[in-house]
Nanobody, 124 residues
């Protein structure tokens, strides 16, 4: 099993920034892909970005390019999502997820483990 714990959410004014963190524990995740998603009220969960632990590769959804940046700290088993120039439409619960290696694109769903999520609220 893999446990994922997100943190760093909160209330921020439009134009502000936040950095979310996701700490992975449990079984080794070195071969996994890690992704960030978000879900706004009444909407489907949306993929934002993904990164691999052992290969210097990232992937972003078109909606995330330019404002969001995913990174990792292998020594801390932590993945980050830096979010800049936040807008009210970015208000959502943000989730971290882990995907075991499998055939197919490394960043696409399904993901195998999910965190509980962290709320991000952007005020206008």
């Amino acid at each position: 099993q893999v446990q994922l714990v997100e943190s760093g959410g909160g209330l921020v004014q439009a134009g502000g920034s936040l950095r979310l963190s996701c700490v992975a524990s449990g079984r080794t995740v070195s071969g996994y892909a890690m992704g960030w998603f978000r879900q706004a009220p009444g909407k489907e969960r949306e993929f934002l970005a993904a990164i691999r632990w052992t290969v210097d590769t990232t992937y972003y959804a078109d909606s995330a390019k330019g404002r969001l940046s995913i990174s990792r700290d292998n020594a801390k088993n932590t993945v980050y999502l830096q979010m800049n120039t936040l807008q009210p439409e970015d208000t959502a619960v943000y989730y971290c997820a882990a995907k075991a290696p499998r055939v197919g694109f490394w960043y696409t769903r399904p993901y195998d483990y999910w965190g509980q999520g962290t709320q991000v609220t952007v005020s206008s």
